[in-house]
């Protein structure tokens, strides 16, 4: 089913895929009160779509915005607490990008009231489909929400370094069963790539809010740093050089990896208890 932002792909496997992330639509009304077009997309999860296109026919469900998350960010929690107290972040409809760049012109970003009015508009629906998908799921066994990100490797103001190349988080072991978790981090560990368990990333609030292994429904957040599938320029991102292009034969041995990602997630959710 496809609606003109929202797309939804039902799969049979006991499998659901959040992409909260790759959108780039911004309506014109707001896009006018922004700084820049650029900016305003900067920090999409670039290609995630692409990267996992190969899901439905492992029989994944896929649920997708296609709303920028600087118009409102389906994976934070709506009612504005942060989900990394201290730390910098993003909120849930932003007004910086990731590097402290002003999203809006001055005194147009949005109120209250707009901010609700947005929630109402995309951020409910999109989790209403979530959870329509996780129950159809869910009636037939264990289901796994698989929340599907990537980032640039380096973003100084939100971590230190390099990111590792998996960023695997699970709310510190409460969003999902232990099994889930060791069997992502193994078929993480086979790439021979960097990983980590709840490092930078714990989990969005997707993860937080639908993990309830109690209940059959684990919930896992993979953040990718986005060098293993395209080029991650060296220095600041300007936009000549971001984002940079898909490309399919840098991204397949990725995309294989993922595939034994997935395929670990579907085949823990058909065993477990």
Not at 155 to 165: A, H, M, N, T, Y
Request: a negative charge; one cysteine or more.
């Amino acid at each position: 089913m496809t609606d003109d932002w929202l797309t939804i792909e039902e799969g049979s496997a006991p499998l659901v895929i959040g992409l909260p992330h790759t959108g780039t639509d911004i309506p014109d009304a707001i896009l006018a009160r922004m700084t820049s077009p650029w900016l305003a997309r900067k920090d999409a999860d670039w290609w995630v779509d692409r990267l996992y296109s190969f899901a439905i026919d492992m029989g994944a469900t896929v649920v997708r915005t296609g709303v920028s998350r600087s118009v409102i960010d389906v994976n934070r929690d709506p009612s504005g607490a942060s989900l990394y107290p201290g730390m910098t972040t993003t909120g849930l409809c932003p007004t910086e990008t990731f590097d402290g760049e002003a999203l809006y012109r001055l005194g147009q970003t949005p109120d209250a009231a707009e901010i609700a009015e947005r929630r109402a508009t995309w951020f409910d629906p999109y989790h209403a489909a979530l959870q329509t998908q996780i129950d159809r799921l869910r009636s037939q066994g264990p289901v796994v929400l698989y929340d599907a990100h990537s980032i640039r490797s380096v973003v100084p103001r939100l971590f230190d370094g390099e990111l590792p190349q998996f960023n695997i988080g699970d709310n510190d072991g409460a969003a999902c069963a232990p099994g889930l978790t060791r069997a992502v981090e193994a078929a993480c560990a086979a790439s021979g790539d960097s990983l980590v368990v709840n490092g930078r990333f714990k989990g969005g609030w997707t993860t937080r809010h639908y993990g309830r292994p109690e209940t059959g429904v684990h919930a896992i957040q993979m953040e990718l740093a986005d060098r293993g599938y395209i080029v991650d320029p060296p220095g600041p991102v300007t936009p000549d050089n971001w984002p940079s292009p898909y490309e399919s034969e840098r991204a397949e041995p990725m995309r294989r990896h993922l595939r034994r990602i997935l395929t670990a997630c579907i085949a823990f959710a058909q065993t477990a208890p």
